[in-house]
T-cell receptor, first 112, second 116 residues
Framework: DQQVKQNSPSLSVQEGRISILNCDYT??????FLWYKKYPAEGPTFLIS?????DKNEDGRFTVFLNKSAKHLSLHIVPSQPGDSAVYFCAASDGNTGKLIFGQGTTLQVKP | SQTIHQWPATLVQPVGSPLSLECTVEGTSNPNLYWYRQAAGRGLQLLFY??????ISSEVPQNLSASRPQDRQFILSSKKLLLSDSGFYLC???????????????FGDGTRLSIL
């Protein structure tokens, strides 16, 4: 059973516009959520995280929103840049073990 | 600052051969260490995690094993590789302490393993 789901395998956005990447989870025990960015043949790079006690966290062009009632989080990138083109993974942790459960990833393409 | 090293970057092995992938972390003490596999077109699957020397938990039954001979060294091994062991293997570390469960994991650059 997939506890963390990214239902959109790909997303294409024009440079300068907003990119919105979505993630849904099923386990209500998850209390820490993260977004990672991955280029081909490289390891994922940590982008931004959010604790379940918050509903928004912002870092520069990146903002993560958490809707606990809907068990949904999203990553907003604005303005999008061609260098943002990569695979984005969301991940969740249940707080007891510290282990991360990853979604399948969404490939973002930002067109110049 | 902390860094994580994985090697080799790519590896081609025949079916039935042994495997040893190494991961080391610098700049931190007593990290939590993790091995993941990313199969083609899929997300990251946790294989092993370790909270200390000789303290290793396996997440899925498989043909692989892990060892932690030193605090900052994590090794992924197999005695006999299967075709299904092909994939992209990633090592990661995170901090420890009271809030260790709410700390990001930081990944190495991975090893692309192809089994022929």
């Amino acid at each position: 059973d997939q506890q963390v789901k990214q239902n959109s395998p790909s997303l294409s956005v024009q440079e300068g516009r907003i990119s919105i990447l979505n993630c849904d989870y099923t386990n209500s025990m998850f209390d820490y959520f993260l977004w990672y960015k991955k280029y081909p043949a490289e390891g994922p790079t940590f982008l931004i995280s959010i604790s379940s006690i918050k509903d928004k966290n912002e870092d520069g062009r990146f903002t993560v929103f958490l809707n606990k009632s809907a068990k949904h989080l999203s990553l907003h990138i604005v303005p999008s840049q061609p260098g943002d083109s990569a695979v984005y993974f969301c991940a969740a942790s249940d707080g007891n073990t510290g282990k991360l459960i990853f979604g399948q990833g969404t490939t973002l393409q930002v067109k110049p | 600052s902390q860094t994580i090293h994985q090697w080799p970057a790519t590896l081609v092995q025949p079916v039935g051969s042994p495997l040893s992938l190494e991961c080391t972390v610098e700049g931190t003490s007593n990290p939590n260490l993790y091995w993941y596999r990313q199969a083609a077109g899929r997300g990251l699957q946790l294989l092993f995690y370790s909270i200390g020397i000789d303290q290793i938990s396996s997440e899925v039954p498989q043909n692989l094993s892990a060892s932690r001979p030193q605090d900052r060294q994590f090794i992924l091994s197999s005695k006999k590789l299967l075709l299904s062991d092909s994939g992209f293997y990633l090592c990661a570390w995170s901090g420890t302490g009271l809030s260790s469960s709410n700390q990001p994991q930081h990944f190495g650059d991975g090893t692309r393993l192809s089994i022929l």
